[in-house]
């Protein structure tokens, strides 16, 4: 079951994998570690035309009780020193709100770029501003601190061409980078007085939590289609991180952004996209590229909302499937095969090949699906998958050929075969459960039924340790000794029938005296057929 062939389209499959668009969006509303009400998300364009990766930002400011007060600011780059900052401030009662890009060269108040040759003189991305507005606030979030919700939202949509061409700041910025240092922060307090032009002098963001940082994937933000991706702010953050590397995408991750492009690619084909649409906060413009402005626009079209993650979907079902598999195989038909062959019956010793048998190919059917519906190699629960597969590969040849050395004419002894047998399975078994476990994880099922998958598998390492050194002292000493070659068939019969587990007997290779090896394969092969024969009768 695994020969060369299916190894091999294991190894295609992995070759075929392609990156898939994972979509970025930074939540935090005030309460929610910091002292912030700002969300944006990010995606990762590159335009073959202009051959630069262009970044395709939305960014939002929540705002209570109509205040014009504050600004809000997210930058490229690890500090404030060179980063490529963002910023707005507006009033919605006039509905202007500005964005304005700047930099600066120390821990001190940000200025325009132009201003700032003499700091830095280097490329500088050009940043098209599509669209700034004040919308009123119709999501869900309620502040339970100030008993409201939010009443408007500054939305900022811009796009960064060339992105990665800003050099200012420490470490750069990168456009296949898993984690591009940002930094976000806040102000509620600043008086605008009604002055909200792009060059006016901004105070200091809010003391204490009112700035942070954090990292973002945009090597999985990379989409084929621009358009600013969706926030959900009842949702928190998904591809950025902010005390560490992002973690890497989920399946769900995947699939929403596999939707959100199939979705964005059929509107580009329809010809019929809106840039002036009236939508829902939660809905995302296409953005044309020049090719697509056929279709009338009077601004009724509405949006479909993002598809929602939990729709029904063929992968997600394989994964159920996959998980189906494994935890049959590897909390209940392995272990109960191991528990077979310990136990005194006369039938231990087939239970226990056929169970594992039938494990295996359970397992193998299983792996094939994580194979086929995996998008990338790159996580430690797939390595260690990989890595259970080739041992269960190994497993199987070993049991079978030390199963056929020990019945032939000049064997009924201990293999070098059937001790590595015992000794992988008593590894590679908590392994595999540890892996159940961490797929459990990967799925994002809850620390309840992820502890009791483990008290399970801990219980029945425990059941079977013991079953299995029951065993051994129930065994006479007697048994112990090497059986001598060319055993007369009588004991031999007895023993493989009525003393069950010898054959995978964990002490040391005794009966690896004797080192005759075989003379005749035919006669062997016959001999071995009557055998076998012989054994299924038991
Ligand atoms: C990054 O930019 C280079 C060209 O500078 C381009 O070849 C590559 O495809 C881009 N990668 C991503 C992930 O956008
Ligand atoms: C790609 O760049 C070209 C040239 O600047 C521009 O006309 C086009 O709109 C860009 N495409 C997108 C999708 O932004
Ligand atoms: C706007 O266009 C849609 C079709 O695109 C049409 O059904 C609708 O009647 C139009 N509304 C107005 C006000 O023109």
């Known amino acids: 079951m695994y020969n060369i062939s299916s190894l091999s389209a294991l190894l295609l499959a992995l070759l075929s994998i392609v990156s898939a668009y994972r979509p970025v969006q930074f939540v935090k509303h005030t309460g929610e570690s910091g002292r912030a009400d700002q969300a944006f998300s990010l995606v990762n364009y590159y335009n073959e035309t202009t051959q630069q990766s262009d970044l395709y930002v939305r960014m939002w400011a929540f705002r209570y009780a109509s205040s014009a007060k504050g600004w809000a600011s997210l930058a490229l780059g690890p500090q404030m020193k060179g980063a490529l900052m963002f910023i707005t401030y507006g009033d919605p009662a006039s509905n202007t709100l500005t964005l304005t890009v700047r930099t ?14 003499d700091f830095y003189s280097g490329e500088v991305p050009t940043v098209d501003v599509v ?120 399946t769900e991750e995947l699939d929403a952004g596999e939707n959100l492009i199939s979705q964005h690619k059929d509107a580009l084909g329809g010809g019929s996209t809106s840039d002036s649409d009236k939508s829902t906060s939660d809905s995302d413009k296409e953005v044309s590229d020049g090719t697509d402005k056929s279709g009338a626009d009077n601004g009724s079209k509405v949006e479909e909302p993002v598809k929602t993650v939990k729709q029904f979907n063929i992968r997600s079902l394989m994964w159920h499937i996959h998980g189906f598999l494994m935890t049959l195989s590897f909390l209940v038909l392995y272990p109960l095969g191991v528990y077979f062959l310990r136990s005194p019956r006369a039938t231990a010793f087939n239970l226990h090949w056929t169970i594992n048998s039938l494990s295996s190919v359970s397992v193998s059917v299983g792996a094939l699906i994580g194979f086929v519906n995996s998008r990338s190699i790159s996580i430690w629960h797939q390595y260690l998958g990989i890595l259970i597969i080739c041992a269960l590969a190994v497993q199987t040849v070993l049991g079978w050929r030390h199963h056929v050395i020990y019945i032939s004419p000049h064997g009924g002894r201990r293999t070098w075969m059937g001790a590595v047998h015992v000794w992988l399975g008593r590894v590679v078994l908590p392994m595999a459960m540890l892996n159940v476990a961490s797929g459990l994880l990967l799925r994002q099922y809850g620390w309840l039924t992820v502890s009791l998958t483990v008290a399970l598998a801990a219980v029945e390492l425990i059941v079977l340790t013991l079953v299995v050194g029951r ?68």
């Open 104 to 117: 600066v060269d120390g821990h001190h108040p940000p200025r325009p770029i132009p201003e700032m040759k």
């Open 131 to 250: 669209s700034t507005r004040f919308e009123e606030y119709t999501g869900q979030f309620y502040q339970e601190k100030l008993q409201a919700k939010p009443s408007h939202l500054g939305v900022a949509e811009f796009i960064v061409r060339g992105y990665d061409k800003w050099t200012a700041c420490e470490l750069g910025v990168h456009n296949d980078t898993t984690k591009q240092s940002m930094i976000w922060s806040s102000n509620f307090k600043q008086d605008f007085g009604g002055d909200f032009s792009a060059e006016r002098g901004i105070d200091m963001h809010q003391f204490g939590l009112g700035f942070g940082f954090l990292w973002a994937d945009l090597k999985n933000a990379l989409s084929p289609v621009a358009f600013f991706g969706p926030i959900n702010d009842m949702e928190s953050h998904k591809g950025v991180n902010e005390i560490g590397d992002p973690l890497v995408p989920t």
């Open 471 to 538: 065993a051994r002292t129930r065994r006479p000493a007697a048994t112990q000794k090497a059986v001598p070659i060319g055993a007369d068939e009588a004991e031999e019969y007895f023993q493989l029938a009525g003393d069950d587990d010898d054959e995978f007997s964990d002490s040391d290779a005794e009966g690896a005296a004797g080192d005759g090896e075989r003379v005749n394969k035919n006669a062997e092969r016959e001999e071995q057929a009557k055998r076998l024969a012989k054994l299924d009768k038991v």
